[in-house]
C-alpha cells in the first residue's frame, strides 16, 4: 500500500538558517503530493501541493519538488522564522485515501 | 465561512463509556474523513465517506462507527471506549475526486482523554 516517510525531529534552527524536511514515499500509480503544517493547538492547515512529477510547489517561502525518479518530495525554505515553529506533515493522495507521514516538529530560536 | 467544524473540543470518558463526535462542513464537500492523531505516528485514517450514504474504513476503523446521512455531516462514535483511544481527533473535507490534488480542509480537533 501507499505509504510516507519523513525525517524524524525535532528540528532545532536558528532564525535565518535554511531548512530540509526531508520526505520519501511508496505510491502506485501517480499521487498528488502535498506539505501540511499544524500550529499549537489546531488543526493541519495546507502548505503547499504538487499534483504531477516535477511540480514545484510553494507557499510563504516554502518549496518541494516532486522528484518521481527519488520519489521524494522535500520540504525547503532559504531562511526560517520563528514563527514558522510547527509541526509539518507530509502526505500523499492516491485513490480515495489521503496518507499522512508521522511529522516533524521544527522549533526555530530567535 | 465556518469550514469544518467538530464538536466536543474536549472530553473526558470512562473506559465503556460511548459518545459522539460531532462534524459538520459548509462547503458543499463530497468526501470527509476522520483521523486520529498519536505521537510519533502522525494521522491515521479512521472512516472516510465519499457522499452521502457511502463510507468505507481506513487504517484503524476498530471501535468506532460512522453515518452520512447528509452531505454536512459526518459524525464519529466510540461504541464502548477504551484507554487505547486516548488521542485527539479530527475531521476533515475535499471535493472528492480518486487521485486528485484536491485540498483537505480540517476542524480544530477533539482531545479525547478514556480513564
Not at chain 2, 452520512?68 to 466510540?78: I, K, N, Q, V
Amino acid at each position: 500500500g501507499n505509504s510516507v516517510t519523513q525525517m524524524e525531529g525535532p528540528v532545532t534552527l536558528s532564525e535565518e538558517a535554511f531548512l530540509t524536511i526531508n520526505c520519501t514515499y511508496t505510491a502506485t500509480g501517480y499521487p498528488s503530493l502535498f506539505w501540511y503544517v499544524q500550529y499549537p493547538g489546531e488543526g493541519l492547515q495546507l502548505l503547499l501541493k504538487a499534483t504531477k512529477a516535477d511540480d514545484k510547489g510553494s507557499n510563504k517561502g516554502f518549496e518541494a519538488t516532486y522528484r518521481k525518479e527519488t520519489t521524494s518530495f522535500h520540504l525547503e525554505k532559504g531562511s526560517v522564522q520563528v514563527s514558522d515553529s510547527a509541526v509539518y506533515f507530509c502526505a500523499l493522495t492516491g485513490g480515495f485515501k489521503t496518507i499522512f507521514g508521522a511529522g516533524t516538529r521544527l522549533f526555530v530560536k530567535a | 465561512n465556518a469550514g469544518v467544524t467538530q464538536t466536543p473540543k474536549f472530553q473526558v470518558l470512562k473506559t465503556g463509556q460511548s459518545m459522539t463526535l460531532q462534524c459538520a462542513q459548509d462547503m458543499n464537500h463530497e468526501y470527509m474523513s476522520w483521523y486520529r492523531q498519536d505521537p510519533g505516528m502522525g494521522l491515521r485514517l479512521i472512516h472516510y465517506s465519499v457522499g452521502a450514504g457511502i463510507t468505507d474504513q481506513g487504517e484503524v476503523p476498530n471501535g468506532y462507527n460512522v453515518s452520512r446521512s447528509t452531505t454536512e455531516d459526518f459524525p464519529l462514535r466510540l461504541l464502548s471506549a477504551a484507554p487505547s483511544q486516548t488521542s485527539v481527533y479530527f475531521c476533515a473535507s475535499s471535493y472528492a475526486r480518486e487521485s486528485s490534488g484536491n485540498t483537505i480542509y480540517f476542524g480544530e480537533g477533539s482531545w479525547l482523554t478514556v480513564v
